[in-house]
């Protein structure tokens, strides 16, 4: 069993910066992809990010890709991080950390993740 624990939501202003962080416990991650997916008010879940855990490979929706990066800290094993530069309002969502352990290659549909936290509202203003 996985537990995925996000932080670092808030209110930010368009052209800000946040970061937000997702720690899982649980379960030791050698392989396996942890990805950030975000869901705004009346609309689908959809994938922001991922990040493959045994090679480091990332993916990117084309709507975040050269402003938003998705990493992890091998100092503080099965923690991943999304760093979100130049925010626009459209990027306003709950932003939700998710993960599954088989390492499939461009995994972007919420479906193949397992383990899901519980959300962070990030808001942009104009």
């Known amino acids: 069993q996985v537990q995925l624990v996000e932080s670092g939501g808030g209110l930010v202003q368009a052209g800000g910066s946040l970061r937000l962080s997702c720690a899982a416990s649980g379960e030791t991650f050698s392989q396996g992809n942890m990805a950030w997916f975000r869901q705004a008010p009346g609309k689908e879940r959809e994938f922001v990010a991922a990040l493959r855990w045994n090679d480091g490979t990332t993916s990117y929706a084309d709507s975040v890709r050269g402003r938003f990066t998705i990493s992890r800290d091998d100092n503080a094993r099965n923690t991943v991080y999304l760093q979100m530069n130049s925010l626009k309002p459209d990027d306003t969502a709950v932003y939700y950390c998710?993960?599954?352990?088989?390492?499939?290659?461009?995994?972007?549909?919420?479906?193949?993740?397992?383990?899901w936290g519980q959300g962070a509202q990030v808001t942009v203003s104009s």
């Open positions: 998710a993960a599954e352990l088989t390492g499939i290659a461009g995994l972007t549909i919420p479906l193949g993740y397992d383990y």
